[in-house]
């Protein structure tokens, strides 16, 4: 019996397609998308060097994630990709768009393709009803998974398999580790159905369309399914949080373990490499307080080394940054761009200093620039004990029009990044956020 014979619901109903809608879209895109996508989509923009995997080239028409047996998305695979993102890479959620920006962002995207959505409703992969998932489902699903995808995602599924491979872009690709649990669409029984049955358009991974039998594929299903840990999926999605900014009466300890700040109920911020890897810092726990003269955040995060020297060349420290943004309608996460600068606290674990902090502007990757001495007021202290840094960032709430605009009461927004010595992280290698909502009480 077949359940679905169209694509998953993709919100309300589409807006109707206007040539408001697409110069939205097109805003839209220059602004969130084009710093990586490139300006004409060709995967080329200014911050595809830091990425891997690699921006999509959309003048190519192909995309990873389809439910059409012709290997073409359809407008609503393009919709639910823009929606979810794209877990294992730096591509986020841009769930926080409303319905209406989304669908603006499809039309400017199709637009760069050049190339119409297929119309065949016949093409549409349907889902046949799911057989029961337990464990001889399963157990069957890992003889058809040994005799067909071991040999390039390995015996256990850990993407061991055939490592030399490339997409049709030559880009070097890797076999996705099903261990990990993170996958470029989602978890959910009907996706998987559908990457078995369409394949990953662009990648070495074939459509299994007629190889198998319904109940087949299900199994196999079923068995992916066994390999992810628990919540592994949830911590690899960007999502926006809000973080209160508490007000305290008194002097704000820059001590991390002081009980003030045990007494903040933390906000959890995912984070994602820019350079995915599987064994990356997953997430960081966010406390905050101000007293009406300063602002301080607490940041805790696990790394099981403690990394603090830069000796030699292949020496890197771990380290924290926190951006900063009062626009209303705050730039493109990554390091702000021309119209709307960010403002970067940064602190680097350096034995012989430290509390090393500074503070810096950005207008975009590539033009962070420290600011003059006697605009350095930010203070941090860091604490690594039992695989955990605690940190504190300190800094006073200032009047000056130099200074990130900020009082009791005030709405900004605030992203975060973790460098990871032990994996070299430095510079644009690097785990981030994206934009939180940062609410001081008044």
Not at 93 to 107: D, F, I, P
Not at 274 to 291: G, K, P, Q, T
Not at 321 to 327: D, G, P, T, W
Not at 401 to 420: H, R
Request: with cysteine.
């Amino acid at each position: 019996m077949i359940l679905a014979a169209a694509l998953p619901a993709a919100g309300e109903d589409r807006p109707a397609a206007a040539p408001g809608l697409l110069a939205e879209g097109q805003q839209l895109y220059e602004k969130q998308c084009a710093l990586c996508h490139g300006l004409t989509g060709a995967g080329d923009g200014p911050a595809a060097y830091l990425l891997y995997p690699k921006p999509r080239d959309f003048t190519r028409n192909e995309f990873r994630l389809v439910s059409t047996s012709t290997m073409e998305a359809a407008d609503e695979d393009l919709f639910l990709a823009i929606t979810r993102g794209m877990p294992g890479s730096a591509m986020p959620s841009w769930e926080a768009l409303t319905e209406k920006e989304r669908w603006a962002l499809v039309g400017y995207v199709r637009k760069l393709t050049g190339s119409p959505a297929p119309s065949d409703p016949a093409s549409i992969v349907p889902v046949p009803r799911e057989t029961p998932s337990n464990a001889k489902s399963a157990g069957r699903g890992r003889a058809l998974f040994s005799q067909g995808c071991a040999s390039c995602h390995g015996l256990q599924g850990k993407g061991d398999g055939q490592q030399v491979m490339q997409d049709n872009q030559g880009f070097p690709i890797r076999p996705r580790n099903l261990t990990a649990g993170i996958f470029k669409g989602s978890s959910q029984s009907a996706d998987l159905y559908r990457r078995i049955i369409a394949g990953l358009p662009g990648s070495p991974m074939p459509s299994y369309a007629g190889a198998y039998t319904d109940e087949q594929v299900w199994d196999l299903v079923h068995f992916v399914q066994s390999l992810a840990p628990p919540g592994a999926e949830e911590r690899a999605r960007l999502a926006r949080r809000t973080i209160r900014a508490s007000r305290l009466k008194g002097e704000i300890p820059l001590d991390p373990m002081a009980p003030a700040w045990k007494r903040i109920k933390p906000a959890a911020v995912n984070l994602t490499p820019l350079w995915w890897r599987d064994d990356r810092i997953e997430s960081v726990e966010v406390r905050c307080l101000h007293n009406g003269e300063a602002l301080a955040f607490h940041l805790t995060w696990s790394d099981a080394a403690r990394d603090n020297s830069t000796l030699t060349p292949q020496s890197f420290s771990d380290g924290a940054a926190i951006q900063l943004s009062a626009a209303a309608d705050p730039p493109f996460f990554g390091m702000g761009d021309r119209q709307a600068p960010v403002w970067i606290w940064n602190w680097k674990a350096l034995p012989e200093t430290p509390q090393a902090a500074e503070e810096a502007n950005a207008k975009g990757p590539g033009t962070l620039t420290s600011r003059e001495a006697r605009l350095q007021q930010v203070q941090a202290r860091g604490l690594w004990q039992d695989g955990r840094w605690r940190l504190v960032f300190l800094r006073p709430i200032s009047r000056n029009q130099e200074d990130l605009p900020l009082a009791p009461g005030a709405t900004a927004s605030a992203a975060f990044a973790i460098f990871d010595g032990a994996h070299q992280d430095r510079n644009g290698q690097k785990n981030v956020s994206i934009w939180n909502e940062l609410q001081l009480e008044p």
